[in-house]
Nanobody
């Protein structure tokens, strides 16, 4: 029923800012008790939770990324977005958006993921 689709640039240069959008269909991002997260997976590594926005608009961030991460939403478009500043090659990863019952919890719906590569 619920589908999530990531969109945004696939290639950035060091120091640039990443902006990704997750478009949700089949369900509202304002539905009570759901949380909407951004998660990434560098090549050969595990999943890293980055940020989350709740159904009421409250935001939460990974301590290691908080200083350069921002999550927001557009309820009229049923979308939420990720901004990550000061990109470096270590930020190269597949980026996913996902829905869950809480920030960092097991997600029941995931986007297909989008590859983001940081290179000069």
């Amino acid at each position: 029923q619920v589908q999530l689709q990531e969109s945004g640039p696939g290639l950035l240069k060091p120091s640039q800012t990443l902006s990704l959008t997750c478009t949700v269909s089949g369900g509202s991002i304002t539905t009570n008790d759901y949380y909407w997260s951004w998660v990434r997976q560098p090549p050969g590594k595990g999943l890293e939770w980055m940020a989350c926005i709740s159904y009421s608009g409250n935001t939460y961030y990974s301590p290691s990324l908080k200083s350069r991460t921002s999550i927001s939403r557009d309820t009229s478009k049923n979308q939420f977005t990720l901004q990550l500043t000061s990109m470096t090659p270590e930020d190269t990863a597949v980026y996913y958006c996902a829905r869950g019952g809480g920030c960092g919890r097991v997600s029941d719906y995931w986007g297909q993921g989008t590859q983001v590569t940081v290179s000069s």
